[in-house]
C-alpha cells in the first residue's frame, strides 16, 4: 500500500514519538510510507531521522499550518501521489485534509487519529456542528483510547462502525532494556543515596507541573526533581521553584532524546497532567520497571490500571504522601515496580502497527472492491 501521512509539524510531542516509532515499522512490511508536514521546522533534527530511516518526508514550504491555504497545497500533493491511505493527526490538519479531499475527483481512504480527551474547540459549543462536517470525510477515525473514544461519540452525538480505539504502542524493550547512567552522570551533585523523581512533557497547563513541583516542598531533602521538556511555561515554573525555595532540588534538564536512560536512572515517576488522550509517558515508565504516578484523570487511569498509583489531580498534598511511602518502603515499591512492568506488555509497539495494518488493508480492499464493481 502507498501510505501518507500528514502532520502539522514534528517536534518532541507524544505524536510525534509514535510517528518515529510507526512509520519505519510500515516501510520495513514493504510498505511506501511517506509523511507530509505543514511546516519546514525541523524541531531537533526529527525529519532529518525519519529519512534516515527510509520514510520520505515532504513539507509544504508556507510553514503557517494554521492557513487554509494549506489545503489547496495538500489536495495537489494527494493528486499526484495515487495513495490508498491518507492518515492524519491532530487540528488543524484534520480541517485542511477533509476539505482537500472534497475537492478531489478520485479520493483515497481518509483516516484520522483522536490524540486526546479535549481540546479548546470543545468549549465553543458552535464547533459542535463544524466537527461534526469534518469527521465525516473520515472512512476512519482511531481514537487512543477507549475514553477518547467516548467523549468524541459524545461529542459528534454519533455512534458509528468507522470509529474504533487502537491503544498507542511503545517500544517496549528499548525501555526495558536500556542501560541506567550513575545518577552523579546527571548531575555531579548526585548520589546512590538521592532520590529522584523525574517528570516528562512540554511545559503547558495541561501537562501541570506545578503540582509535582510544590509536592516537592514536603519531601525528605535528599529528594530531587528532574524535569524533561520545553514550553511556554517553563520560566513560570522556574520562578515557582525560587519562591519555593528548591532551587537545588528541582531541575530543568530540557529537551532530552535518552528519555529511556533516564527512566532507568530515576526511582519514580510521575505524570500530574490535568488531561491527556493517552500517557504515553506513563506507559513508557512503566516499560522502565519504575512505580509510576499519575494523576486520577482520563487518558491516564486506563493506561496505568492495576499498574500505577492514582492521585487526584492538581493535589499536591496526596501526590507527596504517595511519594514518600514510595521512597521509605521497599517492600511497597518493589510491588509497584513489578505491577508497573507488568502492565507495560499491554503497549507493545508491534500490537499497534498490526491493528493500523488491518484498519488500512480493510478500507482499501473495500476501495478495490468497489472500484471493480462499479466498472
Request: charged residues 25%; hydrophobic residues 40%.
Given at each position: 500500500?502507498?501510505?501518507?501521512?500528514?502532520?502539522?509539524?514534528?517536534?518532541?510531542?507524544?505524536?510525534?514519538?509514535?510517528?518515529?516509532?510507526?512509520?519505519?515499522?510500515?516501510?520495513?512490511?514493504?510498505?511506501?510510507?511517506?509523511?507530509?508536514?505543514?511546516?519546514?521546522?525541523?524541531?531537533?533534527?526529527?525529519?532529518?531521522?525519519?529519512?534516515?530511516?527510509?520514510?520520505?518526508?515532504?513539507?509544504?514550504?508556507?510553514?503557517?499550518?494554521?492557513?487554509?491555504l494549506n489545503i489547496?497545497?495538500?489536495?495537489?500533493?494527494?493528486?499526484?501521489?495515487?495513495?490508498?491511505?491518507?492518515?492524519?493527526?491532530?487540528f488543524p490538519t484534520?480541517?485542511?485534509?477533509?476539505?482537500?479531499?472534497?475537492?478531489?475527483?478520485?479520493?483515497?481512504?481518509?483516516?484520522?487519529?483522536?490524540?486526546?480527551?479535549?481540546?479548546?474547540?470543545?468549549?465553543?459549543?458552535?464547533?459542535?456542528?463544524i466537527d461534526k462536517?469534518?469527521?465525516?470525510?473520515?472512512?476512519?477515525?482511531?481514537?487512543?483510547?477507549?475514553?477518547?473514544?467516548?467523549?468524541?461519540?459524545?461529542?459528534?452525538?454519533?455512534?458509528?462502525?468507522?470509529?474504533?480505539?487502537?491503544?498507542?504502542?511503545?517500544?517496549?524493550?528499548?525501555?526495558?532494556?536500556?542501560?541506567?547512567?550513575?545518577?552523579?552522570?546527571?548531575?555531579?551533585?548526585?548520589?546512590?543515596?538521592?532520590?529522584?523523581?523525574?517528570?516528562?512533557?512540554?511545559?503547558?497547563?495541561?501537562?501541570?507541573?506545578?503540582?509535582?513541583?510544590?509536592?516537592?516542598?514536603?519531601?525528605?531533602?535528599?529528594?530531587?526533581?528532574?524535569?524533561?521538556?520545553?514550553?511556554?511555561?517553563?520560566?513560570?515554573?522556574?520562578?515557582?521553584?525560587?519562591?519555593?525555595?528548591?532551587?537545588?532540588?528541582?531541575?530543568?534538564?530540557?529537551?532530552?532524546?535518552?528519555?529511556?536512560?533516564?527512566?532507568?536512572?530515576?526511582?519514580?515517576?510521575?505524570?500530574?497532567?490535568?488531561?491527556?488522550?493517552?500517557?504515553?509517558?506513563?506507559?513508557?515508565?512503566?516499560?522502565?520497571?519504575?512505580?509510576?504516578?499519575?494523576?486520577?484523570?482520563?487518558?491516564?487511569?486506563?493506561?496505568?490500571?492495576?499498574?500505577?498509583?492514582?492521585?487526584?489531580?492538581?493535589?499536591?498534598?496526596?501526590?507527596?504522601?504517595?511519594?514518600?511511602?514510595?521512597?521509605?518502603?521497599?517492600?511497597?515499591?518493589?510491588?509497584?515496580?513489578?505491577?508497573?512492568?507488568?502492565?507495560?506488555?499491554?503497549?507493545?509497539?508491534?500490537?499497534?502497527?498490526?491493528?493500523?495494518?488491518?484498519?488500512?488493508?480493510?478500507?482499501?480492499?473495500?476501495?478495490?472492491?468497489?472500484?471493480?464493481?462499479?466498472?
Open positions: 500500500m502507498r501510505i501518507l501521512f500528514i502532520k502539522d509539524r514534528i517536534g518532541p510531542g507524544g505524536a510525534s514519538k509514535l510517528l518515529r516509532e510507526l512509520l519505519p515499522r510500515f516501510k520495513q512490511q514493504g510498505h511506501y510510507v511517506e509523511v507530509l508536514f505543514l511546516t519546514t521546522i525541523d524541531e531537533k533534527g526529527f525529519m532529518a531521522e525519519l529519512g534516515n530511516l527510509g520514510v520520505v518526508v515532504n513539507h509544504i514550504n508556507s510553514n503557517k499550518p494554521y492557513s487554509p489547496f497545497s495538500i489536495k495537489n500533493h494527494l493528486k499526484h501521489g495515487h495513495y490508498h491511505i491518507v492518515h492524519c493527526h491532530l484534520s480541517y485542511w485534509v477533509s476539505f482537500a479531499v472534497k475537492l478531489l475527483r478520485k479520493k483515497p481512504k481518509v483516516v484520522f487519529t483522536e490524540h486526546s480527551t479535549h481540546n479548546k474547540r470543545r468549549d465553543l459549543w458552535y464547533f459542535k456542528y462536517f469534518i469527521y465525516k470525510s473520515f472512512d476512519s477515525i482511531i481514537s487512543i483510547s477507549q475514553k477518547t473514544q467516548d467523549i468524541l461519540l459524545k461529542w459528534l452525538n454519533e455512534d458509528s462502525d468507522r470509529f474504533t480505539v487502537v491503544e498507542n504502542g511503545i517500544n517496549i524493550n528499548k525501555f526495558k532494556n536500556s542501560i541506567p547512567y550513575n545518577k552523579s552522570e546527571i548531575n555531579q551533585t548526585f548520589n546512590d543515596t538521592t532520590k529522584l523523581i523525574c517528570m516528562a512533557g512540554r511545559f503547558k497547563a495541561p501537562k501541570d507541573q506545578r503540582t509535582v513541583i510544590e509536592a516537592m516542598s514536603d519531601l525528605p531533602t535528599n529528594s530531587h526533581l528532574i524535569l524533561l521538556g520545553e514550553g511556554p511555561l517553563r520560566t513560570e515554573y522556574e520562578d515557582l521553584v525560587k519562591n519555593l525555595s528548591l532551587e537545588g532540588r528541582v531541575h530543568f534538564l530540557g529537551f532530552r532524546n535518552d528519555i529511556e536512560r533516564i527512566f532507568k536512572t530515576v526511582d519514580i515517576i510521575v505524570l500530574s497532567s490535568y488531561w491527556e488522550g493517552f500517557g504515553l509517558v506513563a506507559a513508557e515508565g512503566m516499560a522502565s520497571g519504575k512505580p509510576v504516578v499519575v494523576s486520577n484523570v482520563d487518558g491516564l487511569r486506563e493506561v496505568v490500571q492495576n499498574g500505577g498509583v492514582l492521585v487526584e489531580k492538581g493535589n499536591s498534598t496526596e501526590l507527596s504522601d504517595v511519594l514518600k511511602v514510595l521512597i521509605s518502603n521497599k517492600q511497597y515499591y518493589s510491588v509497584i515496580s513489578k505491577k508497573c512492568l507488568q502492565r507495560s506488555k499491554r503497549y507493545d509497539i508491534e500490537v499497534m502497527v498490526a491493528k493500523y495494518l488491518e484498519i488500512y488493508s480493510n478500507l482499501n480492499a473495500f476501495q478495490e472492491s468497489f472500484m471493480w464493481t462499479s466498472r
